[in-house]
């Protein structure tokens, strides 16, 4: 059974850099068949793609978000990472990792919420 | 703002239908499969539907997708108190270049 796992810090202050990992069980990223992604939902909110990776390190991410996110990823680790810098109050979100194929999510992690503030 | 349009909200008593609609356009669901995924409270979203219409594993045939044209639907019948909760649809948008989903709709079983 696959399963993924989000870690990091739960508080960030303004202008910093949040920084969380993805631990994947059960799967292997290097397998080329998935795409591994980032989404996140703010509080009471939608869902919204951050971005994805590819075993290779090939990544993408949302346009409105791209001049600040870096996504990598370590095959020896089977984890992959989310960089988002110079945040503010509007990145307070919880942050789920989930593998993707295509146009599907599954599975998720359990979420991880991250608050910035000073 | 989500790409995606869902009602906020809809209920129905336990034992009825109910349907869940997401309108998008020609260059998400119109050009791409739709997935439908449910979020209890205080948990992460699980998938139930993929490719318009097909269900995940382990979930039961109450709950079926659709699509027509730019508009996607979830229906759940023989509602149970257990489905209480938000329900998602996500799609890939070819103009945007990313993953999109609805802003999500809350389901009261009465």
């Known amino acids: 059974q696959v399963q993924l796992q989000e870690s990091g810090p739960g508080l960030v202050k303004p202008s910093q850099t949040l920084s969380l990992t993805c631990t994947v069980s059960g799967d292997s990223i290097s397998s080329g068949l998935y795409y591994w992604a980032w989404i996140r939902q703010h509080p009471a909110k939608g869902l919204e793609w951050i971005g994805h990776i590819y075993y290779s390190g090939g990544a993408y991410s949302n346009p409105s978000l791209k001049s600040r996110v870096t996504i990598s990823i370590d095959t020896s680790k089977n984890q992959f990472s989310l960089k988002l810098n110079s945040v503010t109050a509007a990145d307070t979100a919880v942050y789920y990792c989930?593998?993707?194929?295509?146009?599907?999510?599954?599975?998720w992690g359990q979420g991880t919420l991250v608050t910035v503030s000073s | 703002q989500s790409v995606l349009t869902q009602p906020p909200s809809v209920s129905a008593a336990p034992g009825q239908r109910v349907t869940i609609s997401c309108s998008g356009s020609?260059?998400?669901?119109?050009?791409?499969?739709v997935s439908w995924y449910q979020q209890l409270p205080g948990t992460a979203p699980k998938l139930l539907i993929y490719d318009n219409n097909k269900r995940a594993s382990g979930i039961p045939d109450r709950f079926t997708g659709s699509k027509s044209g730019t508009s996607a639907t979830l229906g759940i019948t023989g509602l149970q108190t257990g489905d209480e909760a938000d329900y998602f649809c996500?799609?890939?948008?070819?103009?945007?270049?990313?993953?999109?989903f609805g802003g999500g709709t809350k389901l009261t079983v009465l």
């Open positions: 020609s260059s998400n669901i119109g050009n791409s499969f």
């Open positions: 989930a593998r993707r194929d295509y146009a599907i999510f599954d599975p």
């Open positions: 996500g799609t890939w948008d070819s103009r945007l270049s990313a993953g999109v």
